[in-house]
């Protein structure tokens, strides 16, 4: 009988699910990957996240060596398919190993597991994934209903061809993709001169004249039509890792009370619909002269359009016209939410809103 006792173990063993790992193995390394996913929460790193993932490859191996060294199966791994009973797995792996010197799951480290190969090309594919896919946490609440803050978001970094930050952190080959500009009405993802990813939606491209007038997009003079579409409900209290406010219609509104918003369905040139939360008449951006965008920028507007900074904005204001550089993602879907201030609080999950695609 073999039971490794190292804190490096999960990843010297990397993907190897047979034999046993001790406490001493097992805890001290699933400690730093759960600081670093708090790290990576704070920070809204795609490359923390990405390395969250691969080193949480190793940790899923090693919790079912840790299993059967307390002489239990692999299976109760499914109990974090349940978020509230995955707090259960906890018992089992916080005690010591199984008393008798020898149990069903002994195996001695050096023989050959079926598993460790495909855990290893599972991990070349979580690296190439990533390469083509990314997460960004939504902070500000800026995308309202779309999207809420502590919303993490999967991202095509490849979708809008290659960028200067679509290959990070390698630099892609000149000439391998051309870069694309994000259609109207699509969503993307940049980088702020400051480094932060912000999404917003595009309404108008090089060469476009855009304005508004209450409330009502005008794209090359002609009005993009609103409908009413109902009212967004949401809760009055902070939300995500920035502990956003939610602006209401109905305010003031009391912590924990209803935020009632009314939403509106907007529609573009190319037939595209999206619904957007427009807090109250006459708001300060609900009218715009006329401009034209410049060549290799677009014209980009929050959904969430009378609490947010975006293009109708101007430089000087954290705004203005999004630069085709900085721009190297398109939103997929929302991997997890988190109603509170990190998402390793899964008492704070939002579990209506897991995979749920974004556009």
Not at 7 to 33: H, K, T
Not at 56 to 72: C, F, I, M, N, Q
Not at 99 to 127: K, Y
Request: proline share 9%; charged share 20%.
């Amino acid at each position: 009988m073999i039971v490794e006792s190292r804190p490096a173990a999960p990843l010297v063993q990397f993907g190897r699910v047979s034999g046993r790992l001790s406490r001493q193995g097992y805890w001290p390394y699933v400690i730093c990957v759960s600081a670093l996913g708090a790290l990576a929460a704070g920070l809204d790193s795609a490359r923390l996240w990405v390395a969250v993932l691969v080193l949480s490859t190793a940790a899923l191996a090693a919790t079912v060596r840790r299993l059967h060294d307390t002489d239990r199966s692999g299976w109760w791994l499914l109990l974090l398919a349940l978020p509230p009973l995955g707090l259960i797995l906890l018992w089992p792996l916080l005690r010591p190993a199984s008393r008798r010197r020898q149990n069903r799951f002994d195996h001695a480290v050096s023989l050959p597991d079926p598993w460790r190969w495909p855990a290893i090309l599972g991990f070349a594919a979580i690296v190439g994934a990533s390469q083509m896919l990314g997460l960004t946490v939504e902070r500000s609440g800026e995308m309202r209903p779309t999207l809420l803050a502590g919303d993490l978001v999967l991202t095509n970094r490849l979708a809008f061809g290659a960028g200067p930050g679509s290959c990070a952190p390698v630099t892609c080959p000149p000439d391998w993709l051309p870069q694309e500009l994000p259609k109207r009405g699509e969503l993307f993802v940049f980088r702020t001169p400051e480094g932060r990813p912000r999404i917003l939606r595009a309404a108008g491209l090089p060469g476009d004249r855009v304005s508004l007038a209450g409330g009502v997009v005008h794209v090359n003079r002609a009005a993009l039509p609103q409908t009413e579409a109902g009212v967004f409900v949401d809760l009055k209290q902070p939300q995500g890792p920035a502990r956003v406010l939610p602006k209401c219609a109905n305010d003031p509104v009391g912590a924990g009370g209803d935020c009632v918003t009314p939403m509106r369905a907007e529609t573009l040139p190319n037939g595209r619909r999206h619904l957007i939360l427009d807090l109250r008449a006459g708001a300060p951006g609900d009218m715009m002269a006329e401009r034209i965008v410049p060549p290799g920028q677009i014209f980009a507007l929050a959904d969430n359009r009378d609490d947010a900074i975006d293009s109708r904005w101007g430089d000087g204001a954290g705004g203005g016209m999004v630069p085709a550089s900085a721009i190297y993602a398109r939103p997929l879907a929302v991997v997890i939410s988190g109603q509170g201030g990190s998402l390793l609080d899964i008492f704070g999950w939002r579990l209506n809103r897991i995979a749920r695609t974004v556009e």
